[in-house]
Each structure stands twice: as C-alpha cells, then as structure tokens.
C-alpha cells in the first residue's frame, strides 16, 4: 500500500529494496514523509527521472517499518532530519544524505557519486 503521495515509485519493503539496488546499477533512494523538508527532494527527483534514465529514483515511507534497513543503516548513523536520501551504484551505498537537499546539491551528489 502506497503511503506517500509523490509522482515516484515507492519501495514498500526490505526485500524489495534489496533486489532493486541489486538489480540496477545507480540507485537514489529517499526516505522521508509528507513534510516541508522532504517534499522539495521528492520533487527534484521527479523531474530528475525525466531526465537521468540511467537512474532510478524510488520513495520509501520512513514510518514503514520496513525503512529499517535505511533508517538503521551505518550511513545515517547521527542523521537528525528527514528525509534519509541513498545513493546505490552497484549494489553499495556510495553517498547518504539528510534533511532537505536543493535540486543543485542533488545533481551534485550524483554527478559525483552516481557517475
């Protein structure tokens, strides 16, 4: 059941979260809720998606408890504002973020980390 209300797909589960980054190569994963600070990252990435198809770009609920596998993960140790955004390429976290992200630091993170 979809919980948030964005124009992305959303990761309902764990597993699904797994074979997604193993299936694809670059991966942007943002974990947040209908907020003021998570809502502008949705929508970057929405316009992002037209325009970067060799990402995939996919929402989570941070209140599913299946967000564990991002909200306990090693890179958001220390994390204190929503969303929680990763960055996958080949199977392995290569950036996290946190809190509101502009459309400029998000073409940063993948120009440098998603090449």
Request: aromatic share 6%; with cysteine; proline share 4%.
């Amino acid at each position: 059941m979809k919980m948030l209300q964005t124009g992305l797909q959303e990761i309902e589960t764990a597993d699904e979260l797994k074979k997604i980054i193993s299936e694809n190569e670059k991966v942007m994963v943002c974990c947040g809720r209908m907020g003021p600070m998570c809502i502008p990252v949705y929508e970057a990435m929405e316009e992002l998606e037209e325009e970067r198809e060799d990402v995939k770009f996919f929402s989570m609920a941070f209140d599913n408890p299946e967000a564990h596998i991002i909200r306990n993960a090693p890179e958001t140790q220390g994390f204190m504002g929503l969303p929680f955004t990763m960055y996958y390429k080949n199977g392995k976290v290569v950036h996290a973020t946190s809190s509101i992200q502009s459309m400029e630091q998000i073409t940063a993170v993948l120009d440098n980390h998603l090449k």
